[in-house]
């Protein structure tokens, strides 16, 4: 019977459970042995206690529980090879020799990189006397599937990580509490919203709640941006030039700002919550107040897409384990256009990281094309 371990790495996101329940579920309905490895690559490094068979009814109830219950960890003995080399020993030692990863961009690669490194590994280990000749030899190859788990939507070739729509659920529900606060007291408040170096949340959260303004690691605001800002709020209609700037006088009673964790400005400065605090009420004299979401953005339950996302990409990344053959790249499980795919891991992880080249290098029109190829200004 085929083998087949699951793991969730990296930050949790809501709907790494779904995305368990599927794998452990999906392997069982195939005939498979299903196996979660808790703490994420932490327990491959460690072995024992924290790989476990998984029954059918180990997983019932999760749908709807927010986090990851096979625990998470950002591992750092698994970035040198021999912590790669213990975490081989161990899967040898279960007789696995498949893992569905679900995380970000760092933990497939770390995934991709063990699967490439796999022979020379198992050929290490017998040297070493840690394995034999027999148990080498009845696992040639790794198989290595991903599973995008991750708030930041950040992950090139795919429309949707498993996690960001419940991120953004909670964070237009939180704006949604802040803006009665703002109402109230003819308020301004700035909104600072998780993401890392992508701004999706922070956009995507300005869409659907109505901010007056957001501020994106990708698309800096031009040199000035203060006075723009200061006019884009002042203002209620786009065309400043027929109407004089009427903010309070018109009965706008509320100001929202919503800042990316990651936002920078051209000459890659960030742009923090404070500083925009202090031009609101140092320019427009706006009471103004910060509020930081943190990690109420990353707990709680998943959203029901997220819940759905997860529960066909765990079915697809099992059918893709069983289809694998040795010449096939690892796969990542994607959705493009409302349909489940099967993406090239390390394409995927290449582009993701081009994007972070970009900004790094300021090309910001290279960023956006890599993010939307479709963007217009
Ligand atoms: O990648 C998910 C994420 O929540 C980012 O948005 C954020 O920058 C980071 O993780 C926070 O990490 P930690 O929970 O380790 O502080």
């Known amino acids: 019977k085929k083998r087949i371990a699951v793991m969730t790495s990296g930050g949790d996101a809501p709907g790494m459970n779904a995305a368990v329940r599927a794998v452990v579920r999906m392997s069982i309905a195939q005939g498979c042995e299903a196996y979660a490895i808790y703490e994420g690559y932490e327990g491959l490094v460690q072995g024992g206690k924290f790989i476990k068979r998984m029954h059918w009814e180990d997983v019932r109830g999760w749908l709807s529980e927010g986090g990851t219950l096979i625990g998470t960890a950002r591992c750092k003995a698994f970035t040198e090879r021999t912590g790669r080399l213990r975490g081989a020993k161990h899967l040898v030692l279960a007789g696995i020799d498949a893992l569905v990863v679900c995380g970000g961009d760092g933990s497939l690669t770390g995934a991709d990189i063990f699967r490439s490194e796999w022979p020379g590994l198992l050929a290490e280990l017998t040297k070493l006397g840690e394995i034999s ?35 953004l659920t909670r964070i237009c529900q939180a704006v949604d509490f802040i803006d009665a606060t703002a109402y109230s007291h003819s308020r301004a408040f700035v909104v600072e919203v998780m993401g890392r170096h992508c701004g999706w949340l922070a956009l995507m959260a300005g869409l659907s709640t109505g901010a007056d303004f957001v501020f994106l690691p990708e698309k800096p ?10 006019r884009i709020i002042k203002t209620v209609d786009p065309n400043p030039s027929t109407h ?51 990690h109420v953005q990353r707990g709680g339950t ?52 081009a994007v972070a080249e970009c900004i790094k290098n300021k090309d910001f029109a290279g960023a956006m094309d890599l993010r939307d190829p479709e963007f217009e200004e």
């Open 133 to 167: 000749e027999d148990q080498c030899s009845s696992f040639k190859t790794l198989n290595i599937v991903g599973l995008v788990g991750s708030i930041d939507n950040d992950m090139s070739s795919t429309d949707a990580t498993i996690g960001a729509y419940s991120s």
């Open 221 to 230: 605001p031009q040199d000035k941006w203060e006075k723009e800002m200061c």
């Open 244 to 294: 004089p700037p009427i903010h309070r006088a018109a009965g706008k009673r509320k100001t929202i700002v919503i800042v990316a964790e990651g936002a920078i400005d051209r000459e890659l400065k960030p742009i923090t919550a404070t500083y925009v605090r202090d031009i609101l009420v140092d320019e427009l004299r706006l009471d103004t107040r910060i509020t930081t979401l943190g």
């Open 302 to 353: 998943a959203c029901a897409f997220d819940r759905i996302l997860a529960t066909l990409q765990g079915e697809e990344a099992v059918k893709a384990v069983l289809e694998s053959t040795p010449d096939i790249p690892s796969p990542m499980i994607a959705i493009n256009e409302n349909k489940i795919t099967r993406k090239p891991l390390m394409d995927a992880v290449r582009l993701t990281k």
